[in-house]
């Protein structure tokens, strides 16, 4: 079985937001990076899951062309029944992404959505990804998709969570208290429920 993992950006609504952001942009080269989840899944998984991760032009501006021809040179690797997990903003893409492309929803078994936004914030901005008007595929399809929240987001507020809600009812929903923005090392509760996936073939 194979997982595709797609992460997390911070989304500037144009250039000028994005030369903004540098500008402002504190650096500490010698910071100790922290360790989060997306960076040990597919030691998480084991080695009977494939973790394919799909690599980021540019993470911090979220220009919907550039990551389409990156993200469809991976798909000749994709296999069957995959499992898509899209954290934070990259689900806006898939949105904008099947509407363009309907049949490709065939191609998936889950997509999981971890701290999925749908509306702007202060941290990050939708820019051409217009959410609430893209939601067609998914109201036809909302077997396929299961969303992870956290109330205590610091990213994506949980109203925003509640709004996706009244859109779109039917969808699996896995709500937290503290998970914040899911950044930290362990994150157990979406290793079980790919791992279960499989059981589930």
């Not at 806006?92 to 929803?105: A, M, R, S």
């Not at 702007?120 to 051409?128: A, C, K, N, P, R």
């Not at 937290?176 to 362990?186: Q, T, V």
């Amino acid at each position: 079985m194979q997982t595709v993992l797609l992460r997390w950006w911070t989304a500037k609504e144009n250039y000028k937001n994005y030369y903004d952001f540098l500008e402002k942009y504190e650096i500490e080269p010698y910071k100790e990076k922290k360790i989060k989840w997306s960076d040990v899944l597919q030691e998480d998984l084991g080695n009977n899951i494939e973790v394919l991760e799909i690599e980021r032009p540019n993470k911090d501006f979220a220009d919907y062309k550039a990551w389409k021809i990156m993200f469809e040179k991976y798909i000749p690797y994709f296999k069957d029944d995959i499992v898509f997990v899209w954290h934070s903003l990259w689900w806006t893409f898939i949105l904008k992404y099947l509407e363009e492309n309907p049949d490709f929803i065939e191609k998936f078994k889950k997509i999981i959505l971890v701290a999925p936004g749908i509306d702007d914030s202060e941290e990050e901005v939708l820019w051409t990804f217009n959410v609430k008007d893209n939601l067609k595929n998914l109201e036809k399809n909302q077997n396929k998709f299961i969303v992870f929240a956290s109330k205590d987001d610091f990213i994506v507020n949980y109203s925003e969570i509640e709004t996706l809600q009244k859109y779109l009812p039917n969808l699996t929903y896995k709500v937290f208290e503290n998970k914040g923005h899911f950044l930290d090392r362990k994150f157990p509760e979406l290793v079980e429920e790919i791992k279960n996936l499989i059981i589930k073939k």
